[in-house]
């Protein structure tokens, strides 16, 4: 079993920065790759970043490609998404999850925490 908490969401204007955590505790060992995923209101589910645990390997979107950053901090087990430059299109509710997998789709993890709203204004 695998617990995962999201937290820094909050309502912010267009260009500001928000940073999201997820703390993740359990048995994360088994587990390779941690995403973060987001749903804006009325639309599915999808793929914003990811990192591997122990290489340090990350992977964007290309809507959030130069503007967000994931990194982990593995004393912690925590993973961070910086997210730069914020647009009204960002809004949506975070998730963070994990794989035994890298890739970017909903359907290789295994535990998503439980979301973060962020809102950005015009």
């Known amino acids: 079993q695998v617990q995962l908490v999201e937290s820094g969401g909050g309502l912010v204007q267009a260009g500001d920065s928000l940073r999201l955590s997820c703390a993740a505790s359990?048995?994360?060992?088994?587990?390779?790759?941690m995403g973060w995923f987001r749903q804006p209101p009325g639309k599915v589910r999808e793929f914003v970043a990811l990192?591997?645990?122990?290489?340090?390997?990350?992977y964007y979107a290309d809507s959030v490609k130069g503007r967000f950053t994931i990194s982990r901090d593995n004393a912690k087990n925590t993973v961070y998404l910086q997210m730069n430059s914020l647009k009204p299109e960002d809004t949506a509710v975070y998730y963070c999850a994990i794989s035994q997998t890298y890739g970017g789709s909903p359907g290789e993890y295994d535990y998503w925490g439980q979301g973060t709203q962020v809102t950005v204004s015009s």
């Open positions: 990192i591997t645990w122990n290489g340090g390997s990350t």
């Open positions: 359990g048995r994360t060992f088994r587990y390779y790759v």
